[in-house]
């Protein structure tokens, strides 16, 4: 898969990406927002690598995807849906992460609306949920930029922890 906006282009991971996924997972935000994807070495993102390849032809992902600068070809982050294990049957989570080296750039938007496109015509999904940390308000200010309403603040599992979260949901033709 390949989908290119002006700036990006969201690809298939390759093994050969485990250095730069390695490094994007090391900084401060990634240990704040999603602690489960800190790899503790070059190995290690091999492996999870290896993983999301597996499931690019499944029909119940996840489906994660880099994201890679058109200009200077660098991997930046990633975009993906999920399904939502708690939700009903069929519902699927977006989720996305961009380095912090290069955040306050309009990538993590540009990527999530090319994303968000392409994937629920390919999964025939109608909806899309988000869900965060309220305390990022970078996060939930992407999910507004590309279209998501809020439904829920409050208390709710985030990472295995009990934290205030906001929950969001994105319909297709909003």
């Known amino acids: 898969m390949q989908i290119k906006t002006i700036r990006l282009t969201i690809t298939t991971f390759s093994p050969d990406m485990a250095q730069t996924v390695y490094e994007n997972s090391q900084d401060d935000d990634t240990r704040l927002f999603v602690p489960d994807e800190v790899y503790d070495s070059v190995e290690e993102a091999c492996e999870a690598i290896e993983f999301l390849i597996s499931r690019y032809d499944s029909a119940d992902g996840p489906f994660v995807y880099p994201i890679i600068t058109n200009e200077g070809s660098k991997n930046i982050g990633y975009v993906q849906l999920c399904k939502l294990e708690l939700e009903e049957e069929g519902s699927w989570e977006i989720g996305y992460h961009i380095a912090k080296s290069f955040t306050g ?6 990527a999530v609306k090319a994303f968000l496109s392409v994937m629920t015509e390919k999964l025939n999904i109608k909806e899309v949920y988000g869900i965060c940390l309220a305390e990022n308000t970078a996060s939930v200010r992407v999910l507004e930029k590309c279209g998501f309403t809020q439904i829920y603040q409050g208390p709710g599992n985030y990472q295995g922890r009990e934290v205030q979260i ?5 319909k297709k033709y909003n």
């Open 166 to 170: 906001i929950k969001t949901i994105w």
């Open 105 to 110: 750039k309009g990538y993590a938007t540009e």
